[in-house]
């Protein structure tokens, strides 16, 4: 037991570790109309050997660590995260919800293929392909819902249109985004994610 918690908690940190590097080099997030990220995969790797607390704890890792880029580096498409930029509590719960949610709900996912006795890896696959759909449509939709009026003003668009007509452009263009980043995203992570479940797991990590 002390042997297995030892492995837990030194591949989450390793996991931790890569997050951090991710963040502070351009390799993390890749600036586009909403930014395309590999974050979600350290959370994904570790939701699906780790189980659903290192989930939750990366998934917040990548929240906070979303909300440090878009504060340190600000831009249109880093405005709806940055609390400093919109003043409201909103963005803080853009960028943390729905990426804790993401690891939870990966590793949920992942159990329950293990236990209808889907292959590990192919178990692995869905586990990730969830957990990043799920994050890609809960933050553009939280952007909507929550800051969609004050993000197209601030992309300019009013000076062209109406709130409605800017309104019904951005739910288009996030359909984009979901259509090209969030598969993108999603394909990236489901080919990490089957590489590496197995061998992760049978170091004793798998919980």
Not at 104 to 119: D, H, N, Q, S, T
């Amino acid at each position: 037991m002390r042997k297995k918690t030892t492995l837990f908690t030194v591949q989450l940190a390793l996991l931790i570790a890569i997050q951090i590097v991710l963040t502070i080099t351009p390799l993390g997030y890749i600036p586009f109309v909403m930014e395309i990220t590999i974050m979600h995969i350290p959370v994904l790797v570790g939701a699906i050997v780790l189980g659903p607390l290192a989930g939750g704890i990366l998934g917040t890792v990548f929240g906070l660590s979303s909300l440090f880029v878009a504060i340190t580096r600000p831009a249109i498409s880093t405005w709806p995260f940055n609390p400093v930029m919109t003043g409201s509590v909103s963005s803080v719960l853009i960028a943390m919800v729905p990426r804790i949610l993401l690891g939870i709900l990966a590793a949920y996912v992942f159990r329950w293929m293990l236990k209808l006795k889907v292959p590990q890896r192919v178990a692995a696959g869905i586990a990730a392909a969830a957990g990043s759909i799920c994050n890609t449509i809960l933050v553009l939709g939280g952007v909507y819902l929550l800051l969609g009026e004050r993000y197209v003003a601030e992309m300019g668009a009013l000076e062209t249109q109406s709130m409605d007509a800017a309104l019904t452009a951005l739910r288009v263009s996030f359909l984009g985004i979901i259509s090209t980043n969030g598969v993108i995203e999603a394909i990236a992570a489901i080919i990490v994610c089957v590489a590496l479940v197995k061998p992760l797991r049978n170091l004793g990590g798998g919980l």
